[in-house]
């Protein structure tokens, strides 16, 4: 509130409206700083603990693979099911060769997409308590339609260049459209669910978003894939 008004110093009033002190400028950076420090880690995969205060020369070793390593687990047992999942698809791959070296251009942009998108909603629930959910939703996805648009279209005309297959370059098309299309999900929803059960929407965004946006990524390529080649 501080920060979105432009206010030195925030008053603290109590339930008659009398003034009982001031929270100083001093204490509302530092509290920024901190929050901002612990939403970055998250973000990074970092788990819980004293985060505020980790110095990678002052903590032991011990404490500092303790910190990084159990989402990193999450994200090894998601790439594990991710593999199963192109694992299903091995007659439509094993037919067009071609469509394996794309799978990591279709991951990465949806994950783009997402962690943008994961910016925006990360700090805008910090900023706007009584946000319009709807109309917040409204706008991220018209603006994530028009990117999955520009996008899918750019890949499909490379796509066609390089490779002078109408199929092919259709499927990377759509493929790249729906899956940052599907980037909604990563990065508006599962926040707003971390929200709503009274968690830190910076937990979501970062291995456990990540990895459940490469699952849709996948499965939303072969499934164009299956159905058109």
Wanted: cysteine-free.
């Amino acid at each position: 509130m501080a920060l979105k008004h432009g206010i030195k110093a925030v008053p603290v009033l109590d339930e008659h409206g009398k003034l009982l002190g001031i929270i100083p400028h001093d204490a509302v950076n530092k509290t920024l700083y901190k929050e901002l420090r612990e939403d970055i880690l998250h973000l990074a995969g970092v788990g819980h603990g004293h985060l505020a205060v980790d110095n990678i020369l002052e903590i032991s070793l011990v404490q500092s693979v303790r910190h990084r390593l159990p989402w990193l687990i999450v994200g090894t047992l998601g790439g594990v099911i991710i593999a199963r999942i192109i694992g299903q698809f091995q007659q439509t791959l094993s037919n067009n060769l071609i469509l394996a070296a794309f799978i990591p251009l279709v991951v990465y942009i949806a994950d783009a997409v997402g962690t943008q998108m994961e910016a925006f909603v990360i700090r805008d629930f910090a900023l706007f308590r009584k946000l319009d959910f709807g109309r917040y939703f409204v706008r991220h996805f018209i603006t994530v339609l028009v990117i999955a648009f520009f996008l899918g279209t750019v890949i499909s005309v490379i796509g066609f260049v390089l490779y002078q297959q109408k199929d092919i370059a259709l499927v990377l098309g759509l493929a790249v459209a729906g899956s940052t299309i599907s980037a909604l999900f990563s990065g508006l929803i599962i926040p707003l669910l971390f929200r709503k059960m009274r968690l830190d929407p910076a937990n979501a965004s970062g291995p456990l978003g990540t990895i459940i946006q490469d699952a849709l990524s996948v499965v939303i390529y072969f499934l164009i894939a299956k159905g058109l080649l």
